[in-house]
């Protein structure tokens, strides 16, 4: 048995056999030991090669499959990656933004804000999450998007990139919008109501009241505050 080996390690074994008697000789298993040694990185370097593209076929499903955004702008605010992801999400293909700023994609109205992003990620170099912003897709609409990112060095220490995970956060916004206008709506309804209304949490303190209920309770509308610390209790028998 011969050993193969990349450096100190043993990758395999190579069997020699043979029925004549004495055919090895110290010269021949010499030279089948350099070939076991050639034949070791070999196999050495293609097993590293396997792992290397399992791990990118890996990396590649995420990067296709993946619901977010990722994308890397360097210190001028250009992109210099963005993943397959911005195609089925905003319409962009990769390849045409590429190498182009981020800026025609972004409201104007947001734009300040995600320059002073960048300033700061550039200045202090550590990850943070950005503001809301709003992104222009291929269908012609602004769909709100929120970021998290994070600074890349270089060798020298010294802010080179911007590495970025992003989701369209338009239903959600949308949903929050409604939330409030629906709340708007029911507190201006109980405002106005000539009947008294109050809501007390589980402790029995009063935490709201329209204006109905303040009269009938004694408390001017400038005394809502006091009255929002006392206890429902106080006003039964």
């Known amino acids: ?45 293609r097993r590293i090669e396997e792992v290397v593209r399992e791990s990118e076929a890996k990396y590649r499903l995420l990067l296709d499959h993946s619901s977010d955004l990722i994308w890397n702008l360097n210190t001028e605010g250009i992109f210099t990656y963005l993943s397959p992801s911005w195609e089925r999400i905003t319409g ?24 002073s992003y960048l300033q700061t990620m550039v200045e202090g170099q550590i990850a943070q999450r950005s503001a809301e912003y709003r992104v222009l897709h291929t269908d012609g609409a602004w769909h709100w998007h929120a970021a998290n990112a994070t600074p890349v060095a270089g060798p020298d220490g010294a802010y080179v990139s911007m590495v970025g995970v992003s ?18 709506k029911y507190r201006s309804i109980l405002e106005n109501m000539t009947e008294g209304y109050f809501e007390s949490d589980t402790r029995g ?33």
């Not at 055919?23 to 070939?35: D, K, T």
């Not at 990769?94 to 734009?111: K, N």
């Not at 369209?168 to 629906?182: G, P, V, Y």
């Open 205 to 237: 303190y009063i935490i709201f009241a329209n204006d109905a209920a303040l009269t009938m309770m004694g408390y001017a509308p400038h005394e809502r505050e006091i009255l929002y610390r006392t206890p429902y209790r106080n006003f039964t028998t």
């Open 92 to 115: 962009h293909k990769p390849s045409s933004l590429l190498h182009t700023s981020f800026l025609p994609l972004v409201h104007p109205e947001d734009a300040a804000a995600c320059l």
């Open 167 to 184: 989701r369209d956060i338009t239903t959600h916004k949308q949903a929050e919008d409604a939330l409030r206008e629906s709340e708007e």
């Open 1 to 45: 048995l011969i050993p193969l080996r990349s450096g100190e390690e043993m990758v395999g074994l190579l069997q020699l056999n043979s029925f004549r008697e004495n055919m090895f000789e110290s010269g021949l298993i010499s030279f089948f030991e350099n070939v076991g040694l050639t034949l070791g990185i070999a196999l050495k370097r």
